[in-house]
């Protein structure tokens, strides 16, 4: 396994842009999740695909806040018309199948400006 | 929705000596996973507890789960530098999210 990669690391972003992040999972791990942290939080659920599959969407994400995983690959977060409370680190996770533990990335620290 | 609270919110020790951190739930817990996260990184798996009573081991860190699977805690012997970091309990929830408690920073001082 070579591990969940995020890609970019770091994104700046003016406000108002739109932003994609990307989310390589390892391979043949069926569950992807997205997570937002904040400073001195613990990660805050988002959404979660199954294959490719969206399964849930947190009533936190807003319309602005998209994301896919086509063929149940690689996954994107797209977030349109950023806002400075946008800024936060992005993580993204996969894992084989229920009860089984997840594998997270590096994260993508997005900071609006 | 499941909810995970942790206990303390931060922690600072002594080098060498034992700390345990505590983790709550709402609910009843199908699995309950610890991790370690340190600053601006991702998280690092240490285990996961899915019996009632279970009781893990991994070098210096001990994790448990009651055996009404709502309370966890994660016990460090003789603590290290190493073992500085945001400490995280996450679990399975009813509806096949897996949420994480708000975490517990742990500072290691030499």
């Known amino acids: 396994d070579t591990g969940v990669s995020q890609d970019p690391r770091h994104k700046i972003t003016k406000r108002g842009q739109n932003v994609t992040f990307r989310c390589d999972p390892i391979?043949?791990?069926?569950?992807l999740y997205w997570y937002r942290q904040t400073l001195g939080q613990g990660p805050e659920f988002l959404t979660y695909?199954?294959?490719?599959?969206?399964?849930?969407k947190s009533r936190l994400l807003s319309d602005r806040f998209s994301a896919e995983r086509p063929k149940g690959s690689f996954s994107t977060l797209e977030i349109q018309r950023t806002e400075q409370g946008d800024s936060a680190m992005y993580l993204c996770?996969?894992?084989?199948?229920?009860?089984?533990?997840?594998?997270f990335g590096q994260g993508t620290r997005l900071t609006v400006v | 929705s499941q909810e995970l609270e942790q206990s303390p919110q931060s922690l600072i020790v002594q080098e060498g000596k034992n700390l345990t951190i505590n983790c709550t739930s709402s609910k009843t817990l199908y699995g309950l996973y610890w991790y370690k996260q340190k600053y601006g990184e991702g998280l690092i798996f240490l285990m996961m507890l899915q019996k009632g009573g279970e009781e893990k081991s991994h070098e210096k860190i001990t994790a448990k789960l009651d055996e009404k699977k709502q309370q966890s805690s994660l016990h460090i012997t003789a603590s290290q530098p190493s073992h500085a970091g945001i400490y995280l309990c996450g679990a399975d929830s009813y509806g096949q999210n897996f949420v994480f408690g708000p975490g517990t920073r742990l500072s290691v001082l030499p």
């Open positions: 695909f199954q294959n490719e599959a969206q399964l849930e």
């Open positions: 996770a996969s894992r084989r199948t229920l009860n089984t533990e997840a594998f």
């Open positions: 391979s043949e791990h069926n569950r």
